[in-house]
């Protein structure tokens, strides 16, 4: 498919044309003012013409956006999209950053290995009502208990995200803790709760996201009903306890992490419908993996959309009366990385992860042509390199506009896998 071109400004015939006439009408004029006339007229509309051309050449083939227009208005949202296109418009600055366009609740991760994600926060601040940096880990050694993370913890950047948007600071806590004691005795799992409860207050933290239920599928706790429900029991309490911390200048809150339900039968690693119902009045939200469908063994898209509605439908149901206080609690996962899968066979390098920055040197280098994937809503590209051929999935303005759009239909809210990955102009959406 050729790159979409724009209707050109066709400045050359001009200049032929009024060229032709004053020729004309100086051929008809003998008087000699008049053809001097008529020839400085001339030397005017070729230099006009030249600096009409010149000063409009970027834009033979882009669209430039004003300020103050969002993606929308400028009509970037689009399938039909060229690697010119994104080039020229992926890092414009224009972007109004106090404007939320997403109404519910937006959370955005920033990872400590990506200092553009705490720009990003620091940035775009209004429009987050939830930042969560990935800083700690809860392990065991023996009975005792160690948070480790701290060393992370950047007070003087938390200061700023809620002095320019007032957004809650929750920080990723993963459960490391994989010995079964720590769940089945009611004193260990007080001392978890401890532990989480204490550092919040002394940092000053607006609660945490939890990210334990991938850690207890891995270490089969959940294919055992009595552990199963101790786990649960264990987030419960954990809510309780956020939630009942009377000495903090805010309430604590706890977002816990859930995987995409695996399919439509669950299995005891799935978090399910009822999952979400025991646990939906002491967790105020869960952040719902949807990305990660593809991986450079299945090369494909990252999340496709019906997939993520099939996910959203398992979790709350098929029919209209879904629970609107229960779907404004699911965080809808979006990525803002994308992949770069080998798909040549026999291949021994598979691909993997690429960010915004390594996506934007693919287009400069490679010029792709873009197709959308109507089926999953997803635009892709083929390139060949070292005799490999290349499938490169990464988000795009439609893309990810579709998929929010998918998240107000349900009135749920959206966390963003993590923002320092994406492209600038993505935040024009949020
Ligand atoms: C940005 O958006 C806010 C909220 O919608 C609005 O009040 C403000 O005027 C906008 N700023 C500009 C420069 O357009």
Not at 23 to 32: D, F, G
Not at 307 to 323: A, F
């Amino acid at each position: 498919m050729a790159a979409r071109r724009r209707d050109r400004r066709n400045s050359e015939s001009t200049t032929k044309k009024v060229d032709s006439s004053i020729l004309t009408s100086s051929n008809h004029v003998a008087a000699k003012s008049f053809v001097s006339f008529n020839h400085i007229l001339l030397i005017l509309f070729i230099l006009l013409s030249i600096f009409l051309v010149y000063h409009y050449r970027p834009s033979l083939t882009v669209r430039e956006l004003p300020e103050d227009l969002s993606v929308h208005d400028g009509g970037f949202v689009k399938t039909k999209i060229s690697p010119q296109e994104i080039l020229s418009e992926h890092s414009r600055d224009s972007i109004n950053t106090t404007k939320r366009s997403f109404v519910n609740h937006v959370l955005a991760y920033v990872t400590p290995w990506n200092s553009l994600g705490y720009e990003m926060a620091e940035k775009f601040a209004s429009k987050f009502t939830h930042v969560s940096p990935v800083w700690y880990d809860l392990k065991s050694e023996g009975k005792k208990l160690v948070l480790e993370g701290r060393h992370n913890a950047d007070s003087g950047w938390i200061s700023k995200i809620r002095a320019n948007g007032g957004s809650l600071v929750l920080p990723r806590v993963v459960l490391e803790v994989f010995s079964p004691e720590f769940l089945l005795k009611k004193q260990l799992r007080s001392n978890m709760i401890k532990v989480i409860v204490n550092e919040c207050k002394d940092m000053g933290y607006d609660g945490i996201v939890l990210e334990s239920w991938s850690r207890w599928t891995a270490y089969d706790v959940l294919s055992d009903t009595t552990m199963r429900n101790k786990a649960l029991q264990f987030i419960n309490q954990l809510g309780k306890a956020l939630h009942s911390e009377k000495n903090t200048a805010r309430r604590l809150n706890l977002i816990y992490v859930i995987p995409a339900p695996s399919s439509q039968d669950l299995k005891d690693h799935d978090f399910g419908p009822d999952d979400l119902q025991k646990l939906g009045d002491v967790v105020d939200g869960f952040s719902l993996m949807t990305y990660d469908f593809s991986s450079s063994l299945s090369p494909g898209p990252n999340a496709p959309l019906i997939w993520i509605r099939s996910c959203l439908q398992i979790l709350l149901g098929n029919n209209d009366n879904y629970d609107a206080n229960l779907a404004s609690k699911i965080f809808l996962g979006i990525n803002f990385y994308g992949n770069d899968f080998v798909i040549s066979e026999g291949s021994t390098n598979r691909g993997g992860t690429i960010l915004g920055r390594d996506y934007i040197s693919l287009l400069e280098k490679h010029q792709p042509t873009f197709q959308w994937e109507k089926k999953s809503s997803e635009h892709f590209f083929i390139y060949s390199h070292d005799n490999d051929r290349h499938a490169v999935f990464y988000p795009t303005l439609l893309s990810m506009s579709m998929r929010l759009d998918e998240a107000r239909s349900w009135g749920a809210s959206l966390s963003i896998w993590e923002i320092g990955q994406g492209l600038n102009y993505f935040f024009d959406l949020l």
